[in-house]
């Protein structure tokens, strides 16, 4: 599918799909994103009646109420240049699924092309799209970046943070033996295997833990809940952050599964 039809040559006015992870759990994400869109020449909003993408819904086959929620999120983001999510997984639902649900509907069906057309995953909206080749930030210490299923082999997100990570001071990035191998969460399958969900979890951890790296950081916070929980439970020190937070400057907050401080 083609996007270039739909976007200004530079988008500036765009729209933040924060996410339900985001929202409920790590709204920081949200403020990194903010942050870098707006470091980067963009007007940023937050559409106040946003909902979920509907991934759950789908993922499980309710095709009805999946359709019913994608109205809403259509709704939601007209009259943007670009949707933003700091997620692959939800990027992927917004750009690559949502026109399939409305092959009975030729109107609908045209509004959901629109949207997927517009939506892009954070990190490679502000490479692809704006060529951000660097950021104003430090991170002092080793880290290892784990390759989210949706974002990698949906979105194509894989260069992208890695080159942003670069130009990050102090920062020095170890790559794990199979940093694009699943780690076991995947949405609704975490609940529905739970054992195999825990075996790939935990040869992924092991595969962090082997790098030496202290910081373990995703695009996908699904993902990086995870895995953090499985850090801890297995007591390692390893810091769990979403990328944007290190790549705006954020990396001295609580890492994901720590308390809050004061």
Do not use: W
């Amino acid at each position: 599918m083609s996007r270039s039809p739909a976007l200004p040559a530079r988008p500036r006015r765009v729209a933040l799909f924060v996410t339900c992870l985001v929202d409920l759990f790590r709204p920081s994400v949200g403020f990194a994103a903010v942050k870098l869109l707006e470091e980067a020449g963009c007007t940023v909003d937050v559409p106040p009646l946003q909902v979920c993408c509907g991934q759950p819904a789908y993922n499980s086959g309710d095709r009805a109420t999946t359709r019913a929620i994608a109205v809403q999120v259509i709704d939601a983001f007209e009259g943007y240049d670009a949707v933003i999510a700091p997620s692959g997984s939800c990027g992927g639902m917004l750009s690559h699924h949502y026109p399939g649900l409305f092959e009975d509907d030729p109107a609908l069906k045209a509004r959901a092309e629109n949207l997927a057309a517009r939506s892009h995953e954070l990190i490679s909206f502000l490479v692809d799209v704006l060529g951000v080749e660097k950021v104003a930030a430090r991170y002092d210490g080793a880290v290892t970046y784990h390759d989210s299923c949706s974002g990698l082999r949906e979105l194509g997100v894989k260069q992208q943070p890695r080159g942003l990570l670069d130009s990050v001071q102090g920062l020095k990035l170890c790559e794990m033996k199979t940093p694009e191998v699943c780690c076991g969460f995947g949405g609704t399958f975490c609940v529905k295997y739970p054992e195999i969900s825990n075996a790939m979890v935990s040869e992924k951890t092991a595969d962090i833990v082997a790098t030496g790296a202290g910081t373990l950081l995703a695009g996908d916070l699904g993902c990086l809940m995870n895995m953090a929980g499985k850090l801890q439970r297995e007591g390692s020190p390893v810091q769990v952050r979403h990328v944007a937070e290190v790549l705006a400057g954020m990396g001295d907050l609580p890492a994901i599964g720590e308390p809050e401080r004061g």
